[in-house]
């Protein structure tokens, strides 16, 4: 291991720095205000060097928004051990810490946008959506997940995505509430989406199974499950 | 009234007839898809003709979506009659019928690119999800939405969305079903909500005064709100 601070770096751990220091000025600005004699002069060289590792402003913002998304996607793995509510509950509270330490960053690329609109960007956040689906559906042990259990957990995302957005905006609602809180949301929607379809109330039975009496899914589900046949409308 | 079929169109006129054609065009395949000259024909004007009424494509799209905004928009009103549940079935009745016709424009829009992902796009579809946001407000008679009340409202809105684009992609579920599962999943998230938060109980049971027993929430909701203390963790 080389240790002088001052040493030449390679191309590899030069794009490596480049890119931490990108996603460092993303975390308290929109990537559109950042320029690249910012990141030139955050990483202690020269503009003209910058666009030797990176060919243009585009391509550096994509190769951060790749690292941001292999981070965020890692963060989504979690054992297949306990109840599945404390299981959820945790990679909500990790899904909170990158949203809450990239802040401005995941704001402008979930809004999309000159900087982070483009095709290759929508196609990395749709597969850290993806990444969060097939996980779900691990945890949920759902080997051919059927259209309305893809649905709940997919537009359930979606929900999670919305409810980090608004709580990096407003930051009225503390963030551990707003974690909880999803986990009864995901809850509450596949019980209501069994009442629909009875394989998908056989995977929110599966769900209950491992659940502790006083689990973050067991009362909730417990009762939305026992609904009469008149809220079960076809 | 003119009535001759061949007469000389006036330039608003003519700027409405290619913007009906866009969007029709946009509804059987997606805008990126979609050519000046494959509009040009369909409105039986030369290629040069559409640029002297658009000075681009990007502009004709937009124009296009901003009539598709205002037609979506409008379906979101509905009158202040009724139980609520019976209102909001209705407002989704005509969110997927208008998903329905529009088809891939919808999707394509929706999902941003190359094509649709500009700034000025994205604030028209923020200026739909917010006029969806108020009418919603407006019904459930709050004149100052709490966060909390916000939360559920735009986490909902997201919800409808992500459900109308899956269901556009797969069709494995009728809509009809997903319109009512929609009407129950606001039920059950404004219920998860009110078990934080006791002004937005309020709301719930507001939202259950006016609903007959055989109503879109009331059977739902009103199991959620007897849920005892232990599932209403703060």
Same mark, same amino acid.
């Given at each position: 291991m080389t240790t002088g601070a001052r040493r030449r770096m390679g191309v590899e751990e030069r794009r490596d720095q480049l890119i931490a220091v990108a996603l460092d000025l993303f975390s308290h600005r929109s990537p559109e205000d950042v320029s690249i004699d910012e990141i030139a002069e955050a990483a202690g060289i020269s503009r003209p060097l910058v666009y030797h590792y990176f060919p243009g402003k585009q391509q550096l913002y994509e190769a951060a928004l790749r690292r941001a998304a292999e981070e965020l996607t890692a963060r989504f793995v979690e054992p297949h051990e306990g109840p599945l509510g404390a299981r959820l509950l945790r990679v909500m509270e990790r899904f909170f810490d990158f949203v809450e330490v990239h802040g401005p960053g995941f704001s402008a690329l979930m809004r999309g !946008? =000159? @900087?982070? !609109?483009s095709t290759r960007a929508s196609a990395m956040i749709d597969g850290v959506r993806q990444a969060a689906y097939e996980q779900i559906v691990a945890h949920l042990g759902v080997p051919d997940p059927t259209p309305r259990l893809e649905l709940v957990v997919r537009s359930w995302v979606s929900l999670a995505e919305t409810t980090a957005l608004l709580w990096l905006d +407003? +930051?009225?609602? =503390?963030r551990t509430e707003l974690e909880r809180q999803l986990v009864h949301d995901f809850a509450a929607l596949a019980a209501v989406s069994a009442a629909y379809d009875e394989r998908m109330a056989q995977v929110v039975r599966h769900m209950l199974a %491992?659940? =502790? @009496? %006083? !689990?973050?899914f067991a009362d909730l589900v417990g009762r939305l499950m026992s609904l009469p046949a008149p809220v079960r409308c076809a």
């Amino acid at each position: 291991m080389t240790t002088g601070a001052r040493r030449r770096m390679g191309v590899e751990e030069r794009r490596d720095q480049l890119i931490a220091v990108a996603l460092d000025l993303f975390s308290h600005r929109s990537p559109e205000d950042v320029s690249i004699d910012e990141i030139a002069e955050a990483a202690g060289i020269s503009r003209p060097l910058v666009y030797h590792y990176f060919p243009g402003k585009q391509q550096l913002y994509e190769a951060a928004l790749r690292r941001a998304a292999e981070e965020l996607t890692a963060r989504f793995v979690e054992p297949h051990e306990g109840p599945l509510g404390a299981r959820l509950l945790r990679v909500m509270e990790r899904f909170f810490d990158f949203v809450e330490v990239h802040g401005p960053g995941f704001s402008a690329l979930m809004r999309g !946008g =000159p @900087a982070v !609109g483009s095709t290759r960007a929508s196609a990395m956040i749709d597969g850290v959506r993806q990444a969060a689906y097939e996980q779900i559906v691990a945890h949920l042990g759902v080997p051919d997940p059927t259209p309305r259990l893809e649905l709940v957990v997919r537009s359930w995302v979606s929900l999670a995505e919305t409810t980090a957005l608004l709580w990096l905006d +407003r +930051r009225s609602i =503390p963030r551990t509430e707003l974690e909880r809180q999803l986990v009864h949301d995901f809850a509450a929607l596949a019980a209501v989406s069994a009442a629909y379809d009875e394989r998908m109330a056989q995977v929110v039975r599966h769900m209950l199974a %491992d659940e =502790p @009496a %006083d !689990g973050m899914f067991a009362d909730l589900v417990g009762r939305l499950m026992s609904l009469p046949a008149p809220v079960r409308c076809a």
